[in-house]
């Protein structure tokens, strides 16, 4: 098992204000060229084979899960172990043995490992750029601000760890030494999505993981050879066995039975309402020998709305749009999926919108091109049956097929649908994929009452020129990420907790500094000064001794 060791440059580097991690500017020769030199080597690296990792041991199964490019149907990207029901209990007595000394070790010291792990991904930065690019299908900036995010949680909450570490009391009480203690809770199941393969994965981890906990790491069967990549670089900065347990699996039986497990306290999820509803209510139902009530961290999608206003600046209300609605092909679950526009503009704003969206070329994200692939034939197949829907719910502008290449990705046009109704099925279900729908409202009250006439409440924007109806928006807009006069995605650690209201999950405020106490309990301690403890004089001034 790796020692952690103290190491006095990570801790000096959380006494530092946090910073965003910069974007990198692909127009600049240099990072060109780095980013074309790590996409040959990632491709001389394709179709490796990867372990499950379990208590720091490997293993390989006879069913195994392919990772293929989206891009490139026919080129595997990774071979991977498909965890089974036969590896729960092991994956659980590997989490809980590591617990045991893991809980137990200095917050400094688990600070210091994601410090390190921040080096190791900075120094790696293009190489795993050009994994998310393979994998999932994100052209090169998509692909550099997942990376940048996850350095962004890493730093984050490193931070937000030693905060809690030095939580006190809002008060002592005379005569006692108060203190609160944030605990880990334990045993925790991560379930990442694969659209942010790394940075929701890292970070979610990461959370677990710097507050004492242990994990068994459940990736997406869409983006294991990410997960992987990462697991790697966490063993290279020095995580103890057990931490965290790399167990792949496909279908629900082995992530139903590390949910409902006795011995598993939390589990944090990214993904469909669908799963996320399941495995809230799995999670709900006591089991034999089970003392606590576990807790569940969900994230699970959204109908985000952005609303343009009478008085809206037209052109950068476009650009938002469009960047929101099509920025990796609409598979973010922040991403606008609905356009609410005042009838007095409607028109107008409809014509620039589609002249917009025609002219995004679709292509190899390799090539970084704007519009690349949906994840797979699965969710290509969902998108297309959308598009039929569309037709039939509201006026086609532009796209609405399928794009054909000589690779055969799943290429789908970015599709616009107008005239679509407030309560048709195009404005109500989440489709993650390139299709917006822009439906017409009879002015600020109508657009607030459609805007919020979903059962999500994930991101929302308004375009306004209007003071009085930004304010309204503050209060009215029901939503957990709200943004004014700017797209609707793209949330920053720190800058924008991010999590929704209603089915969009348990307003989870990722990257913020409510996030790690979902990962603790508190433990308040009071200490009769004088019976056996002795206050220091300063704390005898303090509490009035």
């Not at 060791?5 to 240099?30: I, V």
């Not at 995010?149 to 939580?167: H, Q, S, W």
């Not at 796209?399 to 046009?413: D, L, M």
Request: aromatic content about 8%; some cysteine.
């Amino acid at each position: 098992m790796p020692t952690l060791q103290s190491h006095a440059p990570a801790q000096a580097a959380t006494s530092e204000p946090f910073q965003n991690e910069p974007f990198l500017d692909f127009a600049d020769a240099a990072n060109r060229s780095e980013m074309e030199t790590a996409l040959q080597e990632v491709a001389s690296r394709l179709g490796q084979e990867y372990d499950l990792v379990i208590g720091g041991r490997r293993i390989r199964t006879e069913d195994k899960i392919i990772s293929v490019n989206p891009a490139r149907p026919s080129q595997v990207v990774g071979v991977h172990q498909r965890a089974n029901l036969e590896h729960v209990e092991t994956a659980i007595q590997a989490a809980e043995t590591a617990f045991q000394r893991w809980g137990q070790t200095s917050a400094q010291s688990r600070v210091d490992l994601l410090l390190r792990l921040v080096d190791l991904v900075r120094k790696h930065k293009f190489e795993l750029c050009a994994w998310l690019t393979v994998e999932v299908g994100k052209n090169w900036a998509e692909a550099d601000a997942d990376v940048g995010e996850t350095i962004d949680f890493l730093n984050f909450y490193a931070r937000e760890a030693l905060r809690l570490d030095r939580a006190t009391t809002p008060i002592q009480f005379p005569g006692e030494r108060n203190q609160l203690r944030y605990l880990p809770l334990g045993i925790g199941a991560v379930i990442p999505p694969w659209n942010f393969p790394l940075a929701i994965m890292a970070g979610m981890t990461a959370a677990a993981i710097v507050t004492g906990n242990t994990v068994i790491l459940k990736p997406s069967i869409d983006a294991p050879t990410i997960a992987a990549r990462f697991f790697a670089l966490l063993e290279e900065a020095g995580m103890p066995d057990g931490v965290v347990n790399l167990c792949p699996g496909e279908g629900p039986d082995f992530g139903n039975a590390v949910v409902e497990h006795p011995k598993t306290r939390f589990v944090a999820f990214t993904g469909s309402k669908a799963v996320g509803l399941q495995i809230h209510e799995r999670a709900a139902r006591t089991q034999p020998g089970q003392i606590f009530l576990k807790r569940t961290i969900l994230e699970m999608g959204g109908k985000d709305a952005i609303v343009v206003d009478s008085d809206a600046d037209l052109d950068a209300a476009v650009e938002g749009v469009v960047a929101s609605a099509f920025g990796f092909n609409g598979q973010k679950c922040s991403a606008c999926s609905r356009a609410i526009v005042d009838a007095s503009i409607y028109d107008i704003f409809c014509d620039r919108l589609a002249q917009r969206t025609a002219a995004i070329p679709v292509g190899d994200p390799a090539k970084n091109l704007p519009a690349g692939p949906v994840i797979s034939q699965r969710s290509f197949d969902k998108v297309l049956d959308y598009l039929q829907i569309g037709k039939e719910e509201g006026k086609l502008l532009v796209g609405g097929k399928a794009v054909e290449t000589p690779e055969g990705g799943y290429y789908i046009a970015p599709t616009i649908f107008a005239d679509v109704l407030p309560e048709s099925r195009l404005a109500q279900e989440e489709i993650f994929g390139p299709v917006l729908a822009v439906l017409r409202s009879d002015g600020f009250d109508d657009a607030l009452r459609i805007a919020n006439g979903t059962e999500y409440g994930l991101t929302g924007a308004v375009y306004s020129r209007s003071p009085e109806k930004l304010e309204r928006a503050r209060t009215e807009f029901h939503v957990g990420n709200l943004y004014l006069n700017r797209k609707c995605t793209g949330a920053m650690v720190g800058a924008h907790p991010f999590g929704g209201f209603n089915m969009s999950g348990t307003d989870s405020k990722a990257g913020g500094p409510d996030y790690l106490l979902l990962f603790t309990q508190a433990k308040s301690i009071a200490d009769k000064v004088g019976v056996v403890s002795r206050a220091t004089e300063e704390e005898e001034q303090r509490m009035g001794l």
